[in-house]
């Protein structure tokens, strides 16, 4: 039997030559696809300024850069996201603030966000765990009221909406990543959403050296930018992506209808939120029922994969590492974090899953379990 991986990319054979057309160009780091690319990016976010870069963690903390926030600031974040969410906190030299999940989104619980302001917070990073979006509405109230900036970690909410609104289209600052695992590819990349022309010199600035270049052929450099621009062989995997999105989603959609269909209630795993509205399912997470199973959640993962089923972790609480406990953090503070992120597995989900897929994954899930449960 074939083995069955979390997540496996999507990429069209137009795309493949089409990559291979801009190989043959001449011209392969940034240049005509890119500008192509943030231009349809641009006209899928409501004709707001997107700018490309090599990775969702530099369109972050580059975000974080232009909303002026450094050492001696506060940001709030989730401690369960991809470890990336909180690293651009401590890159800019600030102070990553931890606030609780909420049990059901999984996401940051919003009734615990105020009591964590201080006032050295300067901004929410908010997180679409698994392309389920945080509520806008909330979320914007509180930072309305207490004059934040927001930098949306939607590295994994491509396509998703907030109420019909699409996410991207509204809001402060947004993320969103191109990773190969993401919803939408380009091998690696990210781009950033920006509110203005101002806003996005300075992110173009800051992702190539802090070069400005003059129509005379000199240049200048007045602030201290990195590296990290994207290649035209990127922006070519992404372009022929951008055109599936809306089908690969749609297609998720169904898989992940599937597997609430098909997955077995009896076993005692907490399911997702099934949102068939506003999320674009980047991926499907029951909480194994630890308390009951005879293994742990690794020997779980790997009988699942003696039986050709890959299985993922997105993601430990990211405070229980060692870099946060050095900086204080312990066990107990985010129990609601730490218990998801104990007791989450990622199943199968992608678009070109078949129906049968779902269906075999439910019940070797379920077989699998059942052995191991008291
Ligand atoms: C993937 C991911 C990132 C980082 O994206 P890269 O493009 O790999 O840098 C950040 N946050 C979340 C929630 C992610 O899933």
Redesign the pocket.
Known sequence: MDFLPFTRPAIDEDTIAAVGEVLRSGWITTGPRCQQLEAELSAFCGGRPVRLVS????A?EMALQIAGIGPGDEVITCPL??I??ANVILKVGATPVFVDADPLTRNIDLSKIEAAITPRTKAIIP?D?AGLPVDRDRLYGIARRHKLRVVE?A??SMGANWQGRRIGREGDLISF???AN?NMTSG???CLVLNNDEEARLFEKLRLQGVTRFADGTMDVDVLGGKANMTDIAAMIGLGQLKKLDGFNARRRELARLYFQHFDRSLGCALPPEDFQNSNWHMFQPLLPLQRMRIGRGEFIARMKAEHIGVGVHYPAMHLFTLFREKGYAEGQFPVAEDIGARTVTLPLFPAMRDEDVIRVCQTFSAVLRAVLH
């Open positions: 990775s969702a963690t530099a972050l996201s991809w990336a969410t997180v765990l970690d590295a994994q990543s191109f990773h993401k690696e990349g990210g």
